[in-house]
């Protein structure tokens, strides 16, 4: 009997056993997928194009108005309103983006 106690204490382990550790990945794997879905980086990084075309449209706006106010309301080209320093810069659409412009009918 004190053989056996010996043996079963000199190759016991306080370790996990493989099994253990591969249900532990297993379900790390599974909720760190759900996560992924949920946050959804392509969704994030198409908001963050939107938001970057919006504001550069709204800045485009208000720098036409303000060369329209200086110039007897005649709006600007897009290199007038860059030569007159209403921009610095003309804005650049952000990566993806496409521009095809749209006219109401009646208008050119």
Request: no cysteine; aromatic share 8%; charged share 15%.
């Amino acid at each position: 009997m004190k053989k056996l106690l010996l043996l079963r204490t000199k190759f016991s382990s306080n370790g996990f056993t493989l099994i253990e550790l591969l249900v532990v990945i297993a379900i790390l794997g599974i909720l760190a997928v759900g996560l992924i879905s949920t946050i959804d980086p392509v969704d994030k990084i198409n908001a963050g194009n939107d938001a970057k075309a919006f504001s550069d449209v709204t800045l485009m706006s208000k720098a036409a108005e303000s060369y329209a106010a200086s110039n007897n309301g005649a709006y600007p080209d897009a290199t007038s309103i860059v030569g007159s320093g209403e921009l610095r810069s003309i804005p650049s659409a952000p990566s993806g983006y496409t521009y095809t412009p749209t006219y109401v009918s009646g208008n050119p």
